[in-house]
């Protein structure tokens, strides 16, 4: 098998989980709600979680219910510090930059909070750019629409040559059934019978995929 794309989620797959980012952003999602939206403080969470659940991100929940703008939203949700959270990963740099493969992020989240991470990680100039939630005209991960349309954005790869790599399952199934390999980045190690490889982080991915170093495919 020869490779020609890796698609690389980027909140808590370009970094770990347990560094309280999300969380953070998660917590900006609620207070938007409260004061934005004057929703009750004590329902939020509940709400939050089903539109996650529904529309695959709390935002589109928002814009469907409440006509929310994105931007404001993205705005007030990603106003943090990241370098309080996250800081540069000169090995992660180095295996990323090594990769042959045209390598690009794909995320719900959008391109300006991509890109302070990867400014904050020190990973700016890896990837070949950024397929956030706008330039999918706001579809989101897992919507088999927004594969497609990634798909579309990095050229028009076969599946079958593109390898996706993220810390969601459920995000990776649908790529899993379009013919991608799919990585599952879990730092406890549960692996998923429904995704190829299973890595504590993005710097095993030499032991579980080392034919992307063989430009050669063989």
């Known amino acids: ?18 560094n309280g980012l999300w969380s953070e952003i998660r917590a900006r999602m609620g207070q938007y709600m409260v004061e934005k939206l004057g929703l009750p403080e004590e329902e939020v969470p509940a709400i939050r979680r089903m539109y996650f659940l529904t529309y695959g991100t709390t935002l589109r929940g928002l814009q469907k219910h409440y006509n929310v703008d994105a931007d404001d939203y993205l705005d007030y949700v990603h106003d943090i510090n990241l370098k309080d959270f996250i800081l540069p990963s000169p090995e992660l740099r180095e295996m990323v930059s090594s990769l042959p493969q ?21 990973l700016s100039g890896c990837f070949r750019g950024i397929i956030d939630v706008r330039a999918i005209q706001f579809a989101c991960k897992p919507e088999i629409v927004a594969y497609q349309r990634a798909l579309t954005l990095v050229g028009n790869p076969e599946p079958q040559q593109c390898v996706m790599l993220d810390d969601s399952v459920t995000n990776l199934l649908p790529a899993h059934q379009l013919g991608f390999t799919t990585i599952l980045i879990s730092q406890n190690g549960d692996e998923h019978h429904g995704v190829d490889h299973t890595i504590p982080n993005l710097l095993s991915l030499p032991q579980v995929l080392p034919i992307l170093w063989d430009i050669d495919g063989k």
């Not at 098998?1 to 347990?18: P, W």
């Not at 991509?114 to 904050?120: E, H, I, K």
Request: proline share 0%.
């Open 102 to 122: 045209a390598c690009w992020i794909f995320t719900n989240a959008d391109a300006n909070h991509a890109s302070r991470v990867l400014d904050t990680i020190g």
């Open 1 to 18: 098998m020869t490779y020609t794309h890796l698609l690389f989620d980027l909140d808590d797959t370009l970094y770990s989980s347990d």
